[in-house]
Nanobody, 128 residues
Framework: EVQVVESGGGLVSPGGSLTLSCAAA????????IGWFRQAPGKEREGVSC????????RYAETVKGRFIVARGNAKNTVNLQMNNLKPEDTAKYYCTTDEADWCGAQWYRVQEYLKYWGQGAQVTVSS
């Protein structure tokens, strides 16, 4: 059984930083992808970033490019999302997701409905 667990959410002031971590246990592949989506109240879930274990490709949504950094963790199928210069519009529940496939390609943000494994989400609130 695959379990995806996020940690590290919380409340931060505008301009601050937070780091989210994700661990996908029970997934025994080396060439898949892992990434993050988020959903704000009243809005659709949207892509944030993804990382390919196969070729090291990294993708970001335009709204977070230059502020967020995704990096593979030390353990297999772990990934961290460092979020800098946070804005109130970054407030959302952040979900880590993974699959056996290498889905972190050019259209990565369109494939969420096909991804099998999701965490419960980590709340990030940016407010003064």
């Amino acid at each position: 059984e695959v379990q995806v667990v996020e940690s590290g959410g919380g409340l931060v002031s505008p301009g601050g930083s937070l780091t989210l971590s994700c661990a996908a246990a029970g997934l025994n592949v080396d060439d898949n992808s892992i990434g993050w989506f988020r959903q704000a109240p009243g809005k659709e879930r949207e892509g944030v970033s993804c990382y390919s274990n196969k070729d090291g490709a990294i993708r970001y949504a335009e709204t977070v490019k230059g502020r967020f950094i995704v990096a593979r963790g030390n353990a297999k199928n772990t990934v961290n999302l460092q979020m800098n210069n946070l804005k109130p519009e970054d407030t959302a529940k952040y979900y880590c997701t993974t699959d056996e496939a290498d889905w972190c390609g050019a259209q990565w943000y369109r494939v969420q409905e096909y991804l099998k494994y999701w965490g419960q989400g980590a709340q990030v609130t940016v407010s003064s």
